[in-house]
């Protein structure tokens, strides 16, 4: 169900609706704290995903001037690090090493 909502986030019209990114971000993330699922290829593909399309849509607003574009680029930044971080803890990543990479990544592309 995660990957489905993951892959979800990458459709065109969703892409355009900054209010649904959120909330589809915030489903996901309290699907993943609510889970008894374990480590799988899925999880791990979910996370890798989540990071991709975190990059696609910060690059987006990146040159935006617009304060509202840039309130939920914010708000939706905060719920994609939020899901991230509860996706990690299924994949038991040793003190999250490996997603703080991920993440730090991402940022520094923006620098």
Known sequence: MISVLVKHLEHK???????????????ISALAEQSRAQASAATIGA???????????????????????VKWNDKLRKAFDACIVQLSKKVNF???????CHL???YLMFL
């Open 13 to 27: 019209a969703i892409l355009k609706q900054p209010e649904m990114q959120l909330s589809i971000v915030e489903v």
């Open 47 to 69: 996370i890798s995903d989540l990071v991709r399309h975190m990059k696609k849509t910060l690059q987006i607003a990146l040159g935006s001037k617009d304060l509202e574009v």
């Open 94 to 100: 040793n003190s999250n090493l490996t997603v703080l």
């Open 104 to 106: 730090m990544f991402v």
